[in-house]
Structure formats: C-alpha cells, structure tokens
C-alpha cells in the first residue's frame, strides 16, 4: 500500500493498488443479496456477475474516489452499478451476437434461453440504478444523470457496431465513434462516479472523464490488435475471432487505406468469406495488416490515446503521487496482454 502525505493537510491519504481495489470491490459483490424469487430471473444475473473478469471498471471508481480524498467504501455502490450495468450489456450482445462462451464459460441465452437472457438483463439494468439510491440526493441525481447518458450511448454505439457489419464503407471516425460510445463512455463514466462520489469540483470530475474516455479508446484498439497479434495463451479470447467475423477493425480499416488496390480488394474478398476452417484466412490477413503497415499504425494509435489520456493528468489538481497512481494504470494497459 503507497501512502500519501500531502503537507498542506493534516491527515493521510492512502491509495491502495489495483489488486487491493478488486478485492474490495469481489468481497463486495459477495455480501450482495441477489438471490431472489423467482429464481429464473436472478439466477443468471448471479450467474453473470459471478464469472470474473478482471473488474476494470468498478476498480476505476474506487480508484478515482480516493484520487479525490474519499474512503474507497463509499464509493462501492456506484462501482457495483457500474458493473452490474456492464455485465447487462454483455449478457444483451451475446444474445445478438450468438456468443457460445462467455470468460470461458457458457452465455446466459445458452445455459438457459433467449427470453430468459433478456429478461434478466432487463432486470440487471434496473438493479443497476437501485444501487445509487444508496446516496443522497444531490449524488444520486448526478451519478443517475451520468448513468442515463452513457447508458444511451452504449446502445447507440452497439447499434453502430451492427450497422457497420452490412457495410463496406465505414470510416476511420466512424469507427472511432462507435468505439468511444460502445467502450470508452463506460471507463469514463467508471472513473467520474467515484469522482462525483468524492464530492470533488465539476473540473475535475471533467478531467477526469476525459482521462477515463481516451484511455477506454486506448483500450479497444489494444483488444482489436490482441484479438489479431495476441497470444493465445495470454488473450483469453480466440485469436483472430474478429477475422473469423469479418469485423472492420481499426486495423482492417488502416490496411485498406495503406494497401495497393489489388492487396485491398483481396482483403476485402477475404472478409466476405464464411469457412469452416478459418486458419489460412486468419494468416493471411495478419500478412496483410503487417504488410500495409495498419498493426504499426494501429500501435502508435494505442500510445497515442493513452498520452492523451497523460496530457489531462497534467491539468488536474491532485499530487504526484496520485498522479503516478493513475500513469501507471495507463502504462500497464497499454502494455497488457490479456
């Protein structure tokens, strides 16, 4: 545990590490009362929650709750919102994307069934919001607010990522976009929640958000290298299950823009492609991200969010030492593996 002495106050400020945050938050999570009648509906919600991960998002409000001087357990029933809301979305885009397995273990629709995944999501979006009841009011209005708008843009940036499936000219900003609302809004919000919680100034919980949405962006364009480059051993997922699905990745994207016309329209074919054994399809079009140049230019985009996401740090009025804090959470993201 680093422990923060800041001169001008008369107490200590400790932040914990990141492993500490998550053992707060699952100690948390376990003394959670979900398991309610009728038990087809909160089963698979026990069931979602239960299946790990690594709890990113709920670490980032209780991290930023103590960036801003609060005791990290105030900030446990947003942290619990924010990952019961995540978890809503996922058991909602397996059901669209007709996922089998979910962190290794079998989805919601596939345990039980379609409507059950759907109506126990419904349920997970509204247990969400039962979780900043636990504030008083002025909070609860600002993190319900916060809530709503981010919950919307996730929809919106689900319903992108379905409309650029059918489509053959989605852009670099448009993809950008589609990532900010389906990824980033979620860390950024994580983030400013513990912020709101710590009852800091409208300021910094703006600095804030926007060190939590360029580091998000950081984040997705690391998943969709891994997902190509990753080791299978590490990743977690199938490698080059967005080539198996013909997803236009931000690497995809930057290999057609950087390829010559006859290396573009062979990649494009290649995406038009639904085989049974997809492992020469997935070699060559790693060739042709490597080629062009789109994995090196897909890297330099990685670090250039995450520095974006430095460049606020600067501007926030908090000491080094949490400022490390937080620079090193950026680093170890943009070093990650998994």
Known sequence: ????????????????????????????????S??????????????????????????????????????????????????????????????????????GEETVHEKWNINTGILSGDA????AYQYFEQYEPTIFRDLAKLFSKTALEVCEGQQLDVDFEERNDVTIPEYLKMIEYKTAVLVAAAMKMGAIVAKT???????????GLNLGLAFQLQDDYLDAFGDPKTFGKQVGGDIIENKKTYLYLKAIEFSSD????????????QLDDNSEKIETAKAIFNASGASKATQEAIEMYTFKAFETLEKMEINAEKKNVLRTFGENLMGRKV
């Not at 409208?202 to 926007?210: F, N, R, T, V």
């Open 1 to 32: 545990m680093s422990c923060i002495f800041e001169p001008w106050k008369s107490e200590f400020h400790f932040m914990h590490n990141i492993s500490q945050y998550q053992d707060f938050f699952i100690s948390y999570l376990k003394n959670q």
């Open 34 to 103: 979900i398991q309610k009648e009728p038990k087809n509906l909160y089963e698979p919600i026990e069931y979602i929650l239960g299946l790990g991960g690594k709890r990113m998002r709920p670490v980032l409000t209780l991290m930023a709750s103590e960036v801003f001087d609060a005791d990290y357990k105030m900030a446990l029933p947003a942290a619990m919102a924010v990952e019961v809301f995540h978890n809503f979305s996922l058991v909602h885009d397996d059901i669209m994307d007709d996922a089998p397995l979910r962190r």
């Open 124 to 127: 997970m979006l509204i247990l």
């Open 201 to 211: 100034s409208e300021k910094e919980a703006d600095l804030i958000y926007d060190f």
């Open 262 to 273: 006859e290396k573009a329209t062979e990649l494009k074919q290649l995406f038009g492609l």
